[in-house]
C-alpha cells in the first residue's frame, strides 16, 4: 500500500511539474515568435555580431545564446532546440553554442545568487564569460581544424 501511495504521489508531483514549465516555457516560445515575427531578434543581435564573428558562429545563434545567458539553459536549450528543428543552425554551431552556454549560462541569476555569499559579482560574471570565449573560440578552431563535426 505504501508503494501505491508513493507513485501515486510521484505521479501527481511530476504533472504538477510538468504543467508549471509548461506555464512557464509556452509564454516565453510565444514572445520569441512575437518578437521573430516583428523582427527585435535582428535588431538584438545586430549588437553582438563581432563577438559572434571572433567565436565563428553565425548572427542566427545569437538569440539562443542571449537567452542562455540571461535566462538560463533551460530557456536557452529550449530555443536551441526549436531554432535545430527549423533548420536554422547546423550541428557545429549547435555545439559551440552547447559549450559556450555550458560555462556561461543564466549569468544574472547565478551571479545574484554567489553575490549573496560574498563573491565579487564582477568577477564571476568576467572569469565565466571569458572563459566561454576562450573555450569556445579554442572548440571552434579544433573543429575546423579537424572537421570533427559537419553541417
Request: net charge neutral; proline share 3%.
Amino acid at each position: 500500500m505504501e508503494i501505491l501511495a508513493l507513485l501515486g504521489t510521484t505521479i501527481t508531483d511530476t504533472v504538477l511539474n510538468i504543467a508549471q514549465l509548461g506555464l512557464l516555457l509556452v509564454p516565453i516560445m510565444v514572445l520569441i515568435e512575437l518578437a521573430r515575427h516583428y523582427q527585435l531578434i535582428e535588431k538584438i543581435t545586430d549588437r553582438v555580431r563581432g563577438a559572434l564573428q571572433f567565436l565563428t558562429l553565425p548572427q542566427e545563434a545569437a538569440f539562443p545564446i542571449l537567452v542562455g545567458l540571461f535566462f538560463g539553459i533551460v530557456f536557452g536549450s529550449a530555443l536551441i532546440i526549436d531554432y535545430a528543428k527549423e533548420g536554422i543552425l547546423k550541428k557545429r554551431d549547435l555545439l559551440l553554442i552547447g559549450i559556450f552556454l555550458c560555462i556561461s549560462h543564466s549569468v544574472v541569476e547565478d551571479t545574484l545568487i554567489l553575490s549573496f555569499f560574498g563573491a565579487n559579482p564582477f568577477i564571476v560574471v568576467g572569469v565565466r564569460t571569458i572563459l566561454a570565449i576562450i573555450i569556445t573560440r579554442m572548440a571552434a578552431s579544433l573543429l575546423n581544424r579537424f572537421s570533427l563535426v559537419e553541417g
